[in-house]
T-cell receptor
Framework: GENVEQHPSTLSVQEGDSAVIKCTYS??????FPWYKQELGKGPQLIID???NVGEKKDQRIAVTLNKTAKHFSLHITETQPEDSAVYFC???????????WGAGTKLIIKP | DAGITQSPRYKITETGRQVTLMCHQT?????MFWYRQDLGHGLRLIYY???????DKGEVPDGYVVSRSKTENFPLTLESATRSQTSVYFC????????????FGPGTRLTVL
């Protein structure tokens, strides 16, 4: 079945710098790749997603890129701010399966 | 209040006891999901439901039972709790399937002694 690997497990960056989190997936049939942000004590919240017919998607300071050939996708956060500190999860799914397969998460720490 | 709620937020129980975690959403979303979250594993799907009276197993269903008699409610029951079921449980819902935004509840932290 599908497997999603996420790196790094912890990422510490200086406020104002960029952060990049990477995920790889195993099932070439996967076609939907969301990213969720989880703040302490809360449930995950969707921040951006991308489908396999698109290579890149941006939303203000957040962008996601997808490389279908290499089967990996990445989350890019520019001009990081203290409120970006959280755990970020990537996930993958395909139309024929109702399951989202999740990465293990990345704890992002923004240093002042 | 509109949204998705879970109760209780915290629960301590003993091995062998039956426990039911409640999930309620006010959007009339068709799809609902139960996940467990453990360190190093991300979120793992326990059960999901595509509509009232339609449920199916996820990745880790053993030891859990679900029902969905009404669209807005999706309770999760641990029939005989074990220590390995100590976890944080999240309920989620979405209107049109897995390839759509999933809205998560605040979670229930369950400890099995």
């Amino acid at each position: 079945g599908e497997n999603v690997e996420q790196h790094p497990s912890t990422l510490s960056v200086q406020e104002g710098d960029s952060a990049v989190i990477k995920c790889t997936y195993s099932d070439s049939a996967s076609n939907y790749f969301p990213w969720y942000k989880q703040e302490l004590g809360k449930g995950p919240q969707l921040i951006i997603d991308i489908r396999s017919n698109v290579g890149e998607k941006k939303d203000q300071r957040i962008a996601v890129t997808l490389n279908k050939t290499a089967k990996h996708f990445s989350l890019h956060i520019t001009e990081t701010q203290p409120e970006d500190s959280a755990v970020y999860f990537c996930a993958a799914s395909k139309d024929s399966n109702y399951q989202l397969i999740w990465g293990a998460g990345t704890k992002l720490i923004i240093k002042p | 209040d509109a949204g998705i709620t879970q109760s209780p937020r915290y629960k301590i129980t003993e091995t062998g006891r039956q426990v039911t975690l409640m999930c309620h959403q006010t959007w009339s979303h068709s799809y609902m999901f139960w996940y467990r979250q453990d360190l190093g594993h991300g979120l793992r799907l326990i059960y999901y439901s595509a509509a009232a009276d339609i449920t199916d197993k996820g990745e880790v269903p053993d030891g859990y039972v679900v029902s969905r008699s009404k669209t807005e409610n999706f309770p999760l029951t641990l029939e005989s709790a074990t220590r390995s079921q100590t976890s944080v449980y999240f309920c989620a819902s979405t209107s049109s399937g897995v390839s759509d935004t999933q809205y998560f509840g605040p979670g229930t932290r369950l400890t099995v002694l």
